[in-house]
C-alpha cells in the first residue's frame, strides 16, 4: 500500500518569505513516481513537477525547488520569495509500481499575505 | 488550461437520486481517471479507464461506475446519491504509462 503524509495543514507567510512544505511517502515498490501539484479556488489541480524514483537530482524552477531524498522517503517543495499568487492548496502525490492511481496527501494550504 | 474539460461545473442533487458526470479528455489522451475530494482532503481515486475498460478501481462502492468511449470521454455516474457523495469530482487525462496526469476543474456536486 502506498501512504504520502503532508503533516503541515496550514501555513501562513509574508510575501518574500522562502516557505517549504514538506512531504513523506510510503510505498514497498522500487518504482515510483512523486508529484506536487498546486490547486487554486478555482478547482484545478495544476501539475507542478513529476519525479521518478530512479532521479534524486535537486531541482528548480524560477522561485520553485524540490528536494528528493530517498534516505527519508522525503520530497519537499520550496517556494522562495512568496507571493500572493502562491496562495493555493499544494499536494504531494506518488504512483508507485504498476499501480494506476495517484495516492494523495491531504494537502497543504499556503496562504500569502502582503 | 490543460485541455480536459468536465461538465457540469457545479449541481445539485437530492439524497437517493442518480447524477452523470461528463469529461471529455486530453487530444492524444487514451487513459481517464476519476477522482473524489472531499471538502479538505486530498483527492481519492475512483477508479481508471483504458480505452474503454475499466483498469484499476479505487475503494468506492458499485454505485459509482463509469464508461469511456470511443473517442475517449468518460462518463461518472453515481446511483442513490448519499448526503457523504457531496465533493469535488476530477476528471484526469493521461496516456497509459507516463506518469503524466492532466486535470480538468471539476464538478462540484451538492448532495441535500
Known amino acids: 500500500a502506498q501512504k504520502v503524509t503532508q503533516a503541515q495543514t496550514e501555513i501562513s507567510v509574508v510575501e518574500k518569505e522562502d516557505v517549504t512544505l514538506d512531504c513523506v511517502y510510503e510505498?514497498?515498490?522500487?518504482?515510483?513516481?512523486l508529484f506536487w501539484y498546486k490547486q487554486p479556488p478555482s478547482g484545478e489541480l495544476v501539475f507542478l513537477i513529476r519525479r521518478n524514483s530512479f532521479d534524486e537530482q535537486n531541482e528548480i524552477s524560477g522561485r520553485y525547488s524540490w528536494n528528493f531524498q530517498k534516505s527519508t522517503s522525503s520530497f519537499n517543495f520550496t517556494i522562495t520569495a512568496s507571493q500572493v499568487v502562491d496562495s493555493a492548496v499544494y499536494f504531494c502525490?506518488?504512483?508507485?509500481?504498476?499501480?494506476?492511481?495517484?495516492?494523495f496527501g491531504t494537502g497543504t494550504r499556503l496562504q500569502v499575505t502582503l | 488550461e490543460t485541455g480536459v474539460t468536465q461538465s457540469p461545473t457545479h449541481l445539485i442533487k437530492t439524497r437517493g437520486q442518480q447524477v452523470t458526470l461528463r469529461c471529455s479528455s486530453q487530444s492524444g489522451h487514451n487513459t481517464v481517471s476519476w477522482y473524489q475530494q472531499a471538502l479538505g482532503q486530498g483527492p481519492q481515486f475512483i477508479f481508471q479507464?483504458?480505452?474503454?475498460?475499466?483498469?484499476g478501481r479505487g475503494n468506492f462502492p458499485p454505485r459509482f461506475s463509469g464508461l469511456q468511449f470511443p473517442n475517449y470521454s468518460s462518463e461518472l455516474n453515481v446511483n442513490a446519491l448519499e448526503l457523504d457523495d457531496s465533493a469535488l469530482y476530477l476528471c484526469?487525462?493521461?496516456?497509459?504509462?507516463?506518469?503524466?496526469?492532466?486535470f480538468g476543474e471539476g464538478s462540484r456536486l451538492t448532495v441535500l
Open positions: 502525490a506518488l504512483i508507485a509500481g504498476t499501480a494506476s492511481k495517484l495516492t
Open positions: 484526469a487525462s493521461s496516456r497509459p504509462n507516463t506518469g503524466e496526469l492532466f
Open positions: 510505498t514497498r515498490d522500487t518504482t515510483y513516481y
Open positions: 479507464y483504458y480505452r474503454e475498460e475499466e483498469n
